[in-house]
């Protein structure tokens, strides 16, 4: 299912008015030619020099729509669209969102809803969901003048299917990707942090990826009228699952993310795979849609090709919806490998998947509510390392008042990474001891 979304978007990707480009270039490098290069992350200036967004708005019909972003100074900007879903994608220096919460969740005209945030250090992106094919008919950025702060605009204009496809135009398709070029650079940035250190060709202890999902662009689940979002919740609990099992010394740690930044699905794997992790952890948080009653609970997934029920079919389509969420080209993914031997090892991993999802499970119910069928399996694209024991974990529902008390508490958090640490041990211990027999 997933797979064939994809397959329709890179159909469909492309640039959708070069003009966009033409009258991007007033002030600094273009974004999208400064930090999607990829090779040369530099570390981000400081938060107070960003330029800042203080407010987002629409105007117009289902014919014009316009879009009005209020900034401190000037900035440059590229656009391109994806269709199916319709989209236009705005990639711009890394700015700091000032906007009032909710801001973009409705739309106006031709702009279904929009959504911003960081998707790399330097980097920011709006993506607007649009209601039907439309080209930029203009777009510029505006000086300060008449008491008005500078804006960057973009005007919408509707046209039909035939002429939005003869706008993509791939041989003008820009380097889109926001991910790092390889996966060496994502561990560089997932080694930013202040505590991580760096990785020691001779140090034999285990490493453990932990992959805190969403972030950036990519709120994830949100509760409380967006006051409390999935991409921050799991991101502190993977840093305290970080510190707490570092602080045993039996382990080398390395996250996904560290801070509020969008990551791509397959640079999370990568990172896993380029670094021969022992096992990947990725943590997330459910909601449910009001119309299906409520669940509560902690689950944990394994990966599989047809999805347990069909509850985890819905939560793996949703997980794997992140990158068309953040924007991202997906050309370069790789196809799928039906190597015999990549499919061997693929067992032996799913064995060692499935054992570490038991232990975690039986350690995490001491500590943290279950789902009522807590194993499940679906196809996330996020636990297909084929040579890394991976899991997802879903903490538990955001939709659920009980699981959302839980989620925000500090005691809670430490029991539960306590119960996620223990089983860790548990895996390893085994690992080991079966490592040790053998030889
Ligand atoms: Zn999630």
Aim: aromatic share 6%; hydrophobic share 45%; with cysteine.
């Amino acid at each position: 299912m997933a797979n064939r979304a994809n397959h329709r978007v890179l159909l469909g990707y492309g640039l959708l008015c070069a003009a966009a480009f033409l009258c991007a270039e007033t002030a600094g490098p273009s974004a999208a030619e400064g930090p999607a290069t990829g090779s040369a992350m530099t570390l981000p200036v400081p938060a107070a020099g960003f330029p800042i967004a203080s407010d987002a708005r629409l105007a117009g019909d289902a014919k014009q729509t316009r879009f009005i972003l209020d900034l401190d100074r000037t900035i440059s900007f590229r656009a391109f669209a994806l269709a199916d879903p319709y989209r236009v994608i705005l990639d711009i220096p890394q700015v700091n969102f000032k906007l009032a919460a909710g801001t973009g969740a409705a739309g106006r005209g031709l702009i279904k809803a929009f959504r911003y945030g960081l998707v790399m250090p330097g980097g920011s992106r709006i993506v607007f969901d649009l209601t039907g094919p439309a080209k930029i008919a203009k777009s510029y950025v505006l000086e300060a003048a008449n008491e008005q702060p500078p804006r960057l605009v973009i005007e919408f204009e509707e046209v039909d299917r035939t002429a939005f496809v003869q706008l993509l135009a791939p041989e003008n398709r820009p380097e889109l990707r926001p991910a790092i070029a390889d996966a060496n650079a994502a561990v560089a940035r997932a080694d930013g942090s202040a505590t991580a250190k760096p990785v020691q060709v001779n140090d034999t202890r285990p490493l453990i990826v932990i992959d805190p999902g969403h972030g950036g662009i990519d709120n994830g689940t949100q509760a409380g009228g967006g006051d409390v979002m999935e991409k921050n919740l799991v991101l502190g609990f993977g840093l305290a699952l970080r510190d707490r099992i570092e602080k045993s010394g039996k382990y080398r740690v390395v996250m996904t993310r560290t801070d509020d930044t969008f990551i791509p699905l397959n640079d999370r794997v990568k990172v896993a795979r380029s670094q021969s992790a022992a096992l990947f952890v990725s943590i997330h948080a459910d909601a449910l849609p009001r119309h299906e009653g409520d669940a509560q609970g902690a689950t944990i997934y394994t990966l599989s090709d047809k999805a347990s029920d069909a509850e985890a079919e819905r939560l793996a389509e949703n997980e794997n919806k992140s990158d068309a969420i953040g924007g991202v080209n997906l050309t370069d993914e790789p196809t799928e490998v039906a190597d015999i031997l990549i499919d061997l090892a693929q067992r032996e991993t799913r064995t060692f998947s499935n054992r570490f999802a038991r232990l975690l499970m039986g350690e995490m119910k001491n500590t943290a509510r279950m789902h009522k069928h807590p194993l499940k399996s679906a196809g996330f694209r996020v636990l297909k390392a084929p040579d890394v024991p991976s899991v997802l974990v879903e903490l538990g529902y955001v939709s659920n008042k009980g699981d959302l008390e839980h989620l925000v508490s500090d005691n809670w958090r430490t029991k539960t990474v306590g119960s996620m640490a223990q089983a860790i041990d548990a895996f390893f211990a085994k690992r080991l001891a079966t490592a040790g027999a053998a030889k």
